[in-house]
Structures are given as structure tokens and as C-alpha cells.
């Protein structure tokens, strides 16, 4: 139990293009969902924090407008990182709360971008 | 700001050896410490700590907490060569967000 899938896997894109990241749990739902960032040889950073049906808690320094969270199901929440450039190349990596213990986080394969 | 330490940074040993991690943490309205094991991709869950002194085991991993000095530490017993990965702590507050450390990369060679 408490599988979390992301799509895609990878993507390479154009510097100025828009770039959509899915992230489901696939046998539990969700009450909440965190988008995490991860430089190579760095740990994992968080961004935002997503909870369904409202709108997304971003850390100090992210930029909201850039990094757009929808969680519109408690199964589903996307990142879209728009008008990228290569600077936000980086593994995205999204995790879900199942709710039933407090700070248990399950981890979504992640999504390497690359933008050219 | 909550803050988790971690180290040593990397760390290189021979199967068979055993290995000690550490984790230090500074977390507002302290939950719970979880090891991760991250392997290229996204970390994999390993523990879940929320009291002192109570050693969680499994297979040749175990790990304590000590929530007196703020400190966990992760032990690997009989190392092989599919241990080796970065091994991430993360201490989660009242506000049910993780915050990580570095990792320690941990190498075992044959």
C-alpha cells in the first residue's frame, strides 16, 4: 500500500516552455501532498505543501507564480513550472501523507527536467 | 528555523563492515525522526521514530532516537553492496512538513 506515481519520469524541454508534473496516490487518498526539489548531491528541499481543494502553502523563496500547484482530487495534485528556464533544471520529487500517522511521507519516483 | 545535521557526509567501507549514522536535529513542536534511503531515485521509507530509547529493527538496519540530546543514529550490520545509497534523516514538527538533512552517501565496496 501507499504508492504515489509521477508523470513523467523525464522531460526535456525548451528554455521558455511550460512543463507539467502529475503526482497521484494510487491506493490511498491523500490529505496532503509536498513538492520537494532536489539539486544533484543536495538534499531534498521542500517547496510547497498542497492540500485538496485549496491553495498550495509555498516556502520562503519559491515563487508561486513560476511554480503552479493544483490538488484538485485527494488522488491528484500537479506542479507546473512555467515558462522554465534552464536554471529550474533539477528532480522534482513529490510525497503524500496517507493521514494515518502524523509525519509518515510516502515518495513519488520523481521527474528529472531538463531545460535547454 | 528547524535545522537537521547529518554526518559523515559520505563514508566508504568493505562488505561485511558495520556502519553508524548520524542525525542531529533542532525541530519546532518535534513529531517524529524517519530514514530514508534514497537509490538514484525518490527515497524509500526505512523508519519512523517518535520515542526514545526504543530501538526499531529490520533485517540488518535498526536505529534509536534520543529526543534528550536530539539524535538519532542509523546502523547497518553486515554490510553489502546493495546498501550503499544516500541514506537521508528528516525530523517532521506539528505542522506535518519534513525537513531533511544532506544525506550520507554511504559506498560498499566488495
Known amino acids: 500500500g501507499a504508492v504515489v506515481s509521477q508523470h513523467p519520469s523525464r522531460v526535456i524541454c525548451k528554455s521558455g516552455t511550460s512543463v507539467k508534473i502529475e503526482c497521484r496516490s494510487l491506493d490511498f487518498q491523500a490529505t496532503t501532498m509536498f513538492w520537494y526539489r532536489q539539486f544533484p548531491k543536495q538534499s531534498l528541499m521542500l517547496m510547497a505543501t498542497?492540500?485538496?481543494?485549496?491553495?498550495?502553502?509555498?516556502e520562503q523563496g519559491v515563487e508561486k507564480d513560476k511554480f503552479l500547484i493544483n490538488h484538485a482530487s485527494l488522488t491528484l495534485s500537479t506542479l507546473t513550472v512555467t515558462s522554465a528556464h534552464p536554471e529550474d533544471s533539477s528532480f522534482y520529487i513529490c510525497?503524500?501523507?496517507?493521514?494515518?500517522?502524523?509525519?509518515?511521507?510516502?515518495f513519488g519516483p520523481g521527474t528529472r527536467l531538463t531545460v535547454l | 528555523e528547524d535545522k537537521v545535521v547529518q554526518s559523515p557526509l559520505s563514508l566508504v567501507v568493505h562488505e561485511g563492515d558495520t556502519v553508524t549514522l548520524n542525525c542531529s536535529y533542532e525541530?519546532?513542536?518535534?513529531?517524529?525522526l524517519l530514514w530514508y534511503k534514497q537509490e538514484k531515485k525518490a527515497p524509500t521509507f526505512l523508519f519512523m521514530l517518535?520515542?526514545?530509547?526504543i530501538e526499531k529493527k529490520s533485517g540488518r538496519l535498526s536505529s534509536i532516537l534520543d529526543k534528550k540530546e536530539l539524535f538519532s543514529i542509523l546502523n547497518i550490520t553486515a554490510t553489502q553492496t546493495g546498501d550503499s545509497a544516500v541514506y537521508l534523516c528528516?525530523?517532521?514538527?506539528?505542522?506535518?512538513?519534513?525537513?531533511f538533512g544532506k544525506g550520507t552517501l554511504l559506498t560498499v565496496n566488495p
Open positions: 498542497s492540500n485538496e481543494g485549496s491553495k498550495a502553502t509555498y
Open positions: 517518535t520515542s526514545s530509547g
Open positions: 528528516s525530523s517532521g514538527g506539528s505542522n506535518y512538513k519534513l525537513t
Open positions: 510525497s503524500a501523507r496517507t493521514g494515518v500517522t502524523y509525519n509518515e511521507q510516502f
Open positions: 525541530v519546532t513542536n518535534f513529531r517524529s
